[in-house]
């Protein structure tokens, strides 16, 4: 298995821009979650889906974020309109059990 | 909801001395608790974890003890290696049901001096 795959890896918007992350999960893992990495606020948890389902976005910062997961093999994280403040290293992770989870290589985004 | 707050932030030690990067989880109900390794941009992967109804766990060099008592959780290195410099991050989760919460502490910059 390849792991979890991101992409891209790297974003570099301008302000106001829609920008659409995505994620494949390992085979067979029925938890997907989204995590932010900045260096002020560490890795903080955005949302995570349990087959398919959101189950808590209480991480969600704002209506500007929104996530979905249309199938066990795909998700997207989406920023409308982006901001400066969103700039960050985005990770996608997913686990068999919700315990170990296992981390993409992350999507650097930078919005200009 | 949960805390998790690590120390230290930075830790130096010379090449083959041990480290101990500590942790404190606020919610008793928390019931796993993971170590991740992240290396300069890169992602941050999963080195060893404990369940609660373990004391302690060891995989070679690296050994994890857990007190639920005292709700602290540590991460000790022995024998340090440069190639163990990165930045160590603890969680704690809850598993209930389908829910789960994995909480992360800020992480410590682990820096081996050769």
């Known amino acids: 298995d390849a792991g979890v795959i991101q992409s891209p890896r790297h974003e570099v918007t301008e302000m106001g821009q829609e920008v659409t992350l995505r994620c494949k999960p390992i085979s067979g893992h029925d938890y997907l979650f989204w995590y932010r990495q900045t260096m002020m606020r560490g890795l903080e948890l955005l949302i995570y889906?349990?087959?398919?389902?959101?189950?808590?976005d209480s991480g969600m910062p704002e209506d500007r974020f929104s996530a979905k997961m249309p199938n066990a093999s795909f998700s997207t994280l989406k920023i409308q309109p982006s901001e400066p403040r969103d700039s960050a290293v985005y990770f996608c992770a997913s686990s068999l059990t919700g315990s170990e989870a296992f981390f993409g290589q992350g999507t650097r985004l930078t919005v200009v | 909801g949960e805390n998790v707050e690590q120390h230290p932030s930075t830790l130096s030690v010379q090449e083959g001395d041990s480290a101990v990067i500590k942790c404190t989880y606020s919610d008793s109900a928390s019931n796993y608790f993971p170590w991740y390794k992240q290396e300069l941009g890169k992602r941050p992967q999963l080195i060893i974890d404990i369940r609660s109804n373990v004391g302690e766990k060891k995989d070679q060099r690296i050994a994890v003890t857990l007190n639920k008592t005292a709700k602290h959780f540590s991460l000790h290195i022995t024998e340090t290696q440069p190639e163990d410099s990165a930045v160590y991050f603890c969680?704690?989760?809850?598993?209930?049901?389908?829910?789960?919460?994995?909480?992360f502490g800020s992480g410590t910059q682990l820096t081996v001096l050769p």
């Open positions: 969680a704690a989760s809850i598993s209930s049901g389908s829910a789960r919460q994995l909480t």
């Open positions: 889906f349990n087959n398919n389902v959101p189950i808590d």
